[in-house]
């Protein structure tokens, strides 16, 4: 059975989710000490940077597919070694986005600290700046070993940040002050620690040859790295803006107390998300309708739903334990189970419209996955034009995520090859 069999997927999904479930652990973890150490005030800047740094890193996913569906493509054409050199090649041109990704952090620190409601903190700003700078590299480790189909390693690589973010924000935390500066820290020392093991699992899986030809660098790599950066960008501001927006709308309390809701929220999304990382490599194409492809997809759609729907029944019928497992809230008001409620199935068909989206990517498909730009386009808008409330804010959201998952569900499986093929492979 080859390592691209449909056979595999249940396999390959298992192992992402069990390693997902301990990234899964240690993120609830960071939450129920952030959320049970810091005020209200404090976790709503933490979740507000942290959600910049979603809103930013996960278009850089598109990063992460492009790699990941070239990478397929040479290992598959026995030349994996020149993966290597591929990366070497992105790393020198994230360089040029990373180095005034720092700059901007300190020189515009005032002007993005009033604009965010931070007070007197200056520190947040440096610190997601530096997060969102060694994050854009991270999507060259995880992308390359999921294109080989290194599945453990990719998890070592992709998953790590969260268990040393955990030890070190909580050490910060507890052992300092309840600040959330500290929470950012422990996220810096997490992104420095998955590229460091990325590297290392890249040395294991490809060894240390270097390939006999300079890789350059196709045309058709740009695009569709463009093209995967609008529909991944499409689907971070429908997965992330909504703590942003409330953070700039709202007083900064409320703003927390939505932040509790998104991340509850946020976590059923999070939980599918391992089976459309095993699906992408093993419906990887050039344009062309692989066989077995249909099936897989399939079969992934049908364990997503379930994860999914048992995630989602689970908070409707018992809201009250997560915000008291995270946030030690005994007895949440009516208003916040009812918020909680409605921010969870927002977010719920996010969850199906990741893996359609890997899917249409993974086949070198693009016009309709771009509809997701329209979508956030559509969801910003509906919150600017109506935001008297939290619910309006979850309601456009709501209504976005359906749109997208609608549009996916009509379009994608039935799809036949119209031009959007991809040229022959030429990276070497």
């Not at 364990?303 to 030690?328: C, D, H, K, M, Y």
Request: charged content about 10%.
């Amino acid at each position: 059975m080859g390592a691209d069999s449909p056979q595999n997927l249940l396999r390959h999904s298992a192992l992402l989710m069990a390693a997902t479930q301990v990234a899964n652990a240690a993120n609830l973890l960071f939450q129920v000490v952030m959320g049970r150490t810091l005020d209200p005030v404090q976790y709503g800047v933490l979740s507000a940077m942290l959600g910049v740094v979603l809103v930013i890193s996960t278009p850089m996913d598109a990063l992460r597919t492009m790699i990941a569906h070239y990478a397929s493509r040479l290992a598959a054409a026995q030349r994996g070694v020149e993966i290597r050199a591929l990366l070497g090649r992105w790393f020198g041109l994230l360089s040029l986005v990373a180095v005034p990704v720092l700059a901007a952090a300190g020189l515009l620190n005032s002007t993005f600290s009033e604009f965010f409601r931070l007070g007197e903190q200056r520190g947040p700003i440096p610190l997601t700046g530096a997060i969102l700078a060694g994050s854009l590299y991270l999507p060259l480790f995880v992308g390359a070993l999921q294109g080989a189909q290194a599945f453990g390693w990719m998890a070592v690589a992709q998953h790590s940040w969260g268990v040393v973010r955990l030890l070190v924000a909580a050490a910060l935390v507890l052992g300092f002050a309840p600040r959330a500066e500290f929470g950012l820290l422990g996220q810096a020392a997490g992104v420095a620690a998955s590229a460091v093991l990325g590297g290392l699992g890249l040395n294991a899986v490809l060894g240390r040859r270097r390939p006999a030809a300079t890789t350059a660098m196709e045309p058709g790599m740009f695009r569709y790295f463009g093209y995967s950066l609008l529909s991944l960008g499409g689907f971070a501001v429908l997965m992330n803006a909504d703590i942003i927006m409330v953070k700039r709308l709202f007083d900064p309390e409320i703003a927390g107390l939505f932040a509790r809701a998104g991340t509850i929220g946020r976590s059923v999304v999070f939980i599918s998300m391992p089976v459309a990382l095993a699906m992408f490599p093993k419906v990887t194409s050039a344009g062309e309708v692989r066989a077995g492809s249909r099936g897989v997809l399939m079969q992934a759609l049908g364990l997503s739903a379930l994860i999914i729907g048992a995630a989602v029944a689970l908070v409707t019928l018992w809201p009250e334990l997560p915000l008291r497992l995270l946030f030690r809230d005994a007895a949440p008001t009516a208003e916040m189970i009812r918020l909680v409620r409605l921010v969870t199935w927002a977010m719920s068909p996010l969850g199906l419209v990741y893996l359609l989206l890997h899917f249409e990517l993974a086949q070198h498909r693009f016009r309709q996955s771009l509809a997701l730009v329209v979508c956030a386009v559509l969801y910003v808008g509906a919150v600017a034009w109506r935001h008297a409330t939290l619910p309006q804010v979850a309601a456009a959201l709501a209504v976005a995520a359906a749109l997208a998952l609608a549009l996916l569900l009509l379009i994608a499986p039935r799809e036949r090859i119209s031009g959007d093929g991809a040229p022959e492979l030429q990276v070497a």
